[in-house]
Every structure is written in structure tokens, then in C-alpha cells.
């Protein structure tokens, strides 16, 4: 913080914290859609839906 208050600077890793917050919680919850249509996808045995379920289990252990 400045002498006269916030800097311009503050200020602006104080919006870019908020956005980054912001756009957490929306990946959280895109994530969750994209969970459920696997789910539903592999309880009618749809190949994609396994193929998106071995892409997830991937990149979740590190592979991308």
C-alpha cells in the first residue's frame, strides 16, 4: 500500500486475484457438467464417453 492508499498496481492484483477466483469456480463447475455427461454416457455404454473418461483419468495424473 502506498502512502496515499491502494497503488494503481494493488489495485490491479486485486482485480486479477478476484477474476482468478472467479474463474476457479466456473472451471469447478464446467467440470462437474463435463463429469455427469461421462457418467451418463458410460451408463449407456457410449464409446466417446469412456474415451473422454480415459482423457480425464490422463491429464489428472499428469500425462498432458
Do not use: T
Not at 57 to 64: L, V
Amino acid at each position: 500500500m502506498g502512502l496515499f492508499g491502494p497503488s494503481k498496481k494493488d489495485k490491479k492484483i486485486y482485480k486479477l486475484e478476484k477474476e482468478n477466483k472467479r474463474l476457479k469456480k466456473l472451471c469447478a463447475e464446467k467440470d462437474s457438467f463435463f463429469k455427469e455427461m461421462i457418467s451418463d454416457g458410460l451408463r449407456h455404454k457410449s464409446k466417446l464417453a469412456g474415451k473422454h473418461m480415459r482423457d480425464l483419468k490422463d491429464y489428472k495424473n499428469g500425462k498432458y
